[in-house]
Structure formats: C-alpha cells, structure tokens
C-alpha cells in the first residue's frame, strides 16, 4: 500500500527499500556544506538583520533583555570582590572590634553579597520573560513574511516537493531563529562582560590563574560550532521524512478521512507505516544526539580539567604562602564563574552561528516571495474588462511531470461567449483552465488580454477580472455568508450580494433553511455548525465565482456532484450568465456542453478539433466518438430503469 504526499519518498511497511540521499533544491548535502560555508561570511549582515527584525517587533523588550544581561554579568565580579572582603574579614578578624564580634565585622559585605544575589537573580528572571514576550512577536513577524510568500510565489511551486521541504523547515527551525540570534549575542555580551569582571577581579588575586582557565572556553567554541553544522545538517535530511509522518498523522486522526480509514480497514496499515517512519526517525535522532553528546563530552571533561587544574594550583599556592586563604577563597569561587562566562560566550557564538545557517534558509525561502512581487507592474489602465483573450501556442509543463501537460494550444475567447474545454482524463482541460485564470504561466507561446500580454501586466491585477469554481474547490470552515463572500473579501455590498449570488447558484434556500440561515458554520467540527452534501457544496462554490461578479468565469466540472435537474437549473442560466461576460465550462459530460458557442476539444495536451456540438459530431472525430459513447451509456441506464435490457450499442452519431 502506497498512501503518501504528491513527491515524498518513503518506503512501504513490507519493503521499505534504500532511502535516497537528502537533497535540498536539487542539491546533495556535500554541495550543501559548501554552500554553507559561502553562508557564514555573510553571517554578519545575517545577525543584523535578525536584530532589525527583533527592533521592529518588540524593541522595548529586546534593550531589556540586554541591559538585565549587562547588568547580571557586570555584578559577578563585583560579588567575587565582595566575598573576598566577607573572607579576609573571617580570616583575619579585621573590622571586629573589641569583642571580637565576628558577625558584626563580616555583616557589611555579607549583606551587600546577598543583596547583590537578589540583584542578580532578579535580573535574570527579567530576562526569561522578557525572551519569552519577544520571542512570541518576533516568530509573528517572521510568519507574516512566510505567509507572504507562500501567498505570492507562483501556484506551480506547490507542485514541487522541494518548496514544501523548504517550507517545513522553515516553519518549523527558522521561524524562532531570529529570537535565537538575539539570545546568542545576549549570552556572548553576558559572557564578555561577565568573563571582564572576573578577569579584573582574578588579576588582581593571581594573575597565574588565568591562562588556565581561558583553556576552558576553547572546547565549548569548538563544539558550539560543530553542533550548530550537525543541527542545520539533520534538519535538512528530515524535511522529507517529516512531512510524510505529518501526512500520515493527519490522515489517522482527520474528520475527511476517517470514513475510508474505516470503509477500508487502513488503520492498521498507515499505522504500521507511520509507526515505521518513526523508527527511522528515532534511529536517525539517536545517532544525532549521540554525536552530539560526544561532543558535549569532549568539551566538559576539558572544561573540568581547567577546573580541577585552577583549584589544584590554588593549593599549591596557599600552601607554599604565595596566597592568602582569602584570596584563595574568593580565587576558588571565581573559578568556575568565569568558565561559566566563558562557556556562555561559547555557546552564545555557537547559537548565532547556527541560528545564521537557519537564518540564511529563511532569507533564501523569503527571496522566492521578493522574486515574484519584483515582477512585471501593470501600466495604469492596461487591465480593463475582458473583451478579447487569445492563446497563442502556449504549453505547460508541471515541475515533476514526465511530459507536456499543455503543448502548442491556441484559442480566442470573447466577451459574451460560451466556450467549453472536453476531453478525455488527462488531455490538459484543468491546466488550460489554471493558465486562462493567470495561476500559471505559459511555457513558449503568449496570452494576451485585450490584445496586451499578460508577461507584461500585473498578475493580481489580471485575476481581479476573473473567477474560477475548482474542480477540488475549497470547503472552508466558515459561515455559509463568508463562504460566499471569500469569492471577492472586502466587496462593499455584501449585505445584499450574497443572498443575490445565493439565489443565482440555487443555494438560497438551502442556506436559508439552515439552523442560524446565512450565520450557520458549514462544518461539523464547529459549535452549532452542519455538514452540507457534496452537491450542496458544489452550489455554495458556485455562489462565489457569482459573487465576484468578473469578466471571466471559469467553471471547472460545476455540475460533478449535482443531480440532473440541478444540472439543466444551472445550465439554463448560464446564458444569463454570460451576459456581457465570458465562460470557460470544462466538463466530462457532454450533455453540458451542447450548447456553448464553441467546443474545444483537447487530447494529449494540445487541440483536437474545435467547433458547435453539430459540427463536431458530424466530423466524427474524438468528440463524436466520446459523445456517443456517453449518450449510450445514459441509454442503457434509462433502459434499465425501466426493468429492460440494456443494448450495450453505441447510438447513431448525429
């Protein structure tokens, strides 16, 4: 059994096969890490950007964070200086007095350490919420941008695997990454400021000390770096794979599904596969974290033996008398805080280093939006009401299709014209329907709008002249007004619109009718919401291409789901309809189409033959053939309804 997402490779449960080599936009993940080398030398401009991007959302929140930073990392060495006083006045009894108070000789700096503390602890705690409120806008900013461009890229991007891995990736690493800069360079100010501090505070102990523990930072940079190349490196092999278990996670637990998932007992299959996919991923997230670990590892065993290192040459120290026990003390304490500063500034270079491979994905995802607002501006008043449209041998082809969907097509359609696409499954009436709309573009060949070539006037603009009832339209889960109303948003006089394309498309009163009549959710899953039948659905999407009120209407199989006195409703208004406006109709039933003005009839993605409906079958080609075989077919049924038998033979062509 084969259930997976347009494009995604994955094995079967009985035979999972090799899996290929991750690829990423056509290229392997060898020429990937070349390509991310290129990335870190524009690292810098990477992190101002992130910094722009953080500035723009919650500017207040990000000085916060900064400053509370500074100020918790300004106050360790001030702390180690502190309790080195707090130390020397134990040790030597200095400050206590002719009692011998020791309490009250040490309760200054004690007090001043502890207040410090709070300090410190205060600061921090800012700081996690703060990071937690900016991160929150930034990641809305940065889905606005993605949304953006997922809106504004052309629709044949959806038909390539290699968008929708791009696309997972950035939603689901890139999108927090900006914050991520941002609380890399926050812990690499921290670390610096903190690591300045206790270097003085050091200095002015034993400055012997210090070379040592700088070794500690040396490890954690290294590591930081080689992790953050591992990271960017997993999240690029498991673009593919994760949209597959999305898939199927989906398609266990989703509403529209379930009836097959029952009707064909696939529980247990797509579980097994699923559960399969995830063993994968386990094994696969299990070397990673293991590389990982070692890593981690690696660096802390260097990092304690700086430590240990330090502490052992504290006591060398005390006891030979280089050192008091005060300043060892106070030496002792400030050890471990500056290699945990001088991880912290490690870690927070790794941060940023790996945020910018994720950072510099964003950017490239963001370009393919930029490249498609960039495109051609319509001259003011180049798109006006459609009164001519010419296709002149144009073709398509799909970004993983073997052959040509469309091949050296031409046609004209007018304004007031009728104008039906047939043909047998496959033979290009949808893409021919996709292109006339402006979805997609012509490969070779031109389309002209009133003579103007569209390559030459604003798409958006193009398309606010048309309306298109899809064959897989969308049944959104909203209102039975705004289902209408989505077919153009903002139009001033919905008010009245609606219901008046509700009463065109036949949906009025099945509308009307419902529990809360227009206001009723159109779905199941929302409170006081109904499911309506296929066919009802199919009225309420005609409703919309009504509403938009556009020069061209294309209706891509209207009638699939409605019964037949439903169908020859419709059909008898599509004359009305076309008043003053052109029709594109592709359908498989060639009783809908007898009446259009012209027939193009399309085979293997070019144009068969074009002519009326009596024309057409009095050449006895493609369409006569077709036509007659359904005409028989609509015979026999009749037939058999009347409890006689079927003939079987094809009716007089003509």
Not at 419 to 445: C, I, R, Y
Request: proline share 5%; glycine share 12%.
């Amino acid at each position: 059994m084969t259930t997976a997402p347009a494009g995604a490779a994955a094995g079967t449960p009985d035979a999972p096969g090799p899996t290929p080599p991750p690829r990423v936009d056509g290229l392997s993940i060898a020429r990937e890490r070349r390509a991310r080398r290129r990335r870190l030398r524009s690292l810098p401009a990477l992190v101002v950007e992130a910094l722009r991007l953080c500035w723009s959302a919650r500017r207040r929140d990000l000085v916060l964070v900064f400053g509370v930073q500074l100020l918790g990392s300004a106050l360790l060495g001030v702390q180690v200086l502190v309790g080195r006083e707090a130390l020397a006045r134990v040790f030597t009894g200095s400050g206590a007095g002719a009692d011998g108070d020791l309490l009250r000789a040490v309760g200054g700096p004690l007090l001043a350490l502890a207040g410090l503390s709070v300090l410190a602890g205060l600061a921090g705690a800012v700081r996690g919420q703060r990071v937690r409120l900016l991160s929150e806008a930034v990641q809305r900013a940065v889905w606005r941008r993605v949304v953006d461009t997922t809106t504004a890229v052309p629709l044949e991007r959806f038909d390539d695997p290699q968008f929708h891995d791009r696309l997972q990736r950035v939603a689901t690493n890139a999108v927090s990454r900006p914050v991520g800069v941002a609380q890399g360079l926050v812990s690499i100010l921290g670390g610096v400021v903190g690591a300045v501090g206790l270097v003085l505070a050091l200095w002015t102990i034993e400055p012997l000390l210090l070379p040592l523990l700088a070794l500690a930072a040396v490890p954690v940079l290294l590591v930081s770096r080689r992790g953050g190349r591992l990271e960017f490196d997993f999240a690029v092999a498991q673009s593919g794979p994760y949209r597959v278990r999305t898939y199927l996670r989906s398609a266990l637990t989703g509403r529209r599904e379930a009836k097959e998932v029952r009707a064909y007992g696939l529980a247990a299959p797509l579980l097994a596969r699923y559960e399969q996919l995830l063993e994968e991923y386990q094994r696969a997230l299990t070397a990673h974290v293991g590389r990982r670990m070692r890593l981690t590892l690696l660096s802390q065993l260097v990092t304690a033996a700086s430590v240990v290192g330090t502490v052992v040459l504290l006591l060398w120290m005390v006891d030979s008398g280089r050192m008091s026990l005060a300043d060892a003390g106070a030496a002792g304490a400030a050890a471990p805080l500056l290699a945990s500063r001088l991880q912290a500034l490690a870690g927070g270079v790794g941060t940023v280093l790996e945020a910018g491979l994720f950072l510099d994905d964003l950017r490239g995802f963001l370009t393919l939006g930029g490249a498609a607002a960039a495109g051609p501006v319509a001259r003011p008043g180049a798109v006006g009401p459609l009164v001519e449209l010419q296709v002149q041998d144009v073709g398509y082809r799909y970004p993983q299709g073997g052959r040509p969907a469309l091949r050296g097509v031409s046609l004209t359609v007018r304004r007031g014209e009728v104008v039906a696409l047939v043909g047998e499954n496959g033979s290009g009436k949808t893409t021919l329907s996709k292109l006339l709309a402006g979805l997609l573009p012509a490969a070779g060949g031109t389309v002209r709008w009133n003579g103007t070539d569209v390559a030459e006037l604003d798409p958006a603009a193009v398309r606010e002249h048309v309306a298109v009832v899809f064959q897989d339209f969308v049944q959104w889960q909203f209102s039975a007004h705004d289902n209408i109303a989505v077919g153009r948003a903002g139009r001033p006089d919905e008010a009245a619109a609606v219901p008046a394309a509700a009463v065109q498309a036949g949906a009025d009163a099945l509308l009307r009718g419902l529990p809360q009549g227009y206001a009723t959710p159109l779905s199941a899953e929302l409170p006081g919401g109904v499911d309506l039948s296929l066919g009802q659905w199919q009225r309420v999407a005609l409703a919309r291409a009504f509403y938009r009120a556009a020069d061209l209407v294309i209706l891509d199989e209207p009638t699939a789901a409605l019964d037949a006195r439903a169908e020859a409703e419709l059909f008898a208004g599509i004359r009305d309809l076309a008043a003053g406006r052109t029709v594109v109709l592709v359908s498989h039933r060639f009783s809908s189409v007898r009446e259009a003005d012209r027939i193009v009839v399309l085979r293997d993605g070019g144009v068969d033959d074009t002519g009326t409906h009596e024309e057409l079958v009095g050449r006895g080609g493609l369409y006569a053939e077709l036509y007659a075989l359904q005409a028989q077919a609509y015979l026999d049924e009749e037939v058999a309804g009347r409890g006689g038998t079927p003939t079987g033979r094809h009716v007089a062509r003509g």
